[in-house]
Structure formats: C-alpha cells, structure tokens
C-alpha cells in the first residue's frame, strides 16, 4: 500500500516585504551590516545559560551597572527622613531659647 503525501499548490507568490525594507534601508545606507561572531553575540545572553565569563561578557555588552549599594543609601535616607516625619514637633522660645513641648 502506498502512501499519498498531501501537498498545496498555489499559484500565489510571497513577498516579504520585511526583508525588502531591510535591502532598501541598506542601499540608502540608513543600516550598516556587520558581521558579529557568535561567541559575541549580545543575544546569547538572553536565550541560553552562559558560563560566569561569558555572563560578564554579557553584562558588559549590555552595559550594566550594580546600583544595590545607590538602592541600599536611598533606602537608609527614606529610613531618616520617615524618622524625622515622625518626631514630635517642637516650640522653640525665641526670648529665652528653650524647647517647649506643643501641645
């Protein structure tokens, strides 16, 4: 018994417009192409499990920083500020310069 495979047959042709654009924004040399070898591509980083030299690779392509220690102060300084909002306010006596408790 032999097997039929089903195949379609058009008449239609497709055009990917995308790759058009992409030829025609090269000739105007509005996109320059670069080859980019593979062990270098910025991609990588987000598709696949790196090795830690490759992990920093990644994070220097894409120009990260550690900001841990910049959220640490800011934390610390909302700390005081919400300390400070949170003092009870006091009356300073201009004549004799004492601190008098508000009522």
Do not use: C
Request: glycine letters at 0%; proline letters at 2%.
């Amino acid at each position: 018994m032999t097997e039929e495979i089903a195949q379609l047959k058009t008449n239609l042709q497709h055009v990917d417009i995308h790759n058009h654009w992409l030829h025609q924004e090269v000739q105007k040399d509005l996109i320059t192409v670069e080859y980019t070898e593979s062990a270098l591509m910025m991609a990588d980083g987000l598709t696949k499990a790196l090795t830690n030299n490759a992990f920093e690779r990644f994070v220097e392509q894409m120009n990260l920083k550690d900001v841990s220690n910049l959220l640490a102060e800011r934390r610390l300084n909302d700390l005081e500020e919400l300390k400070l909002d949170q003092m009870e306010p006091v009356e300073v006596d201009q004549d004799e310069n004492e601190v008098l408790p508000t009522d």
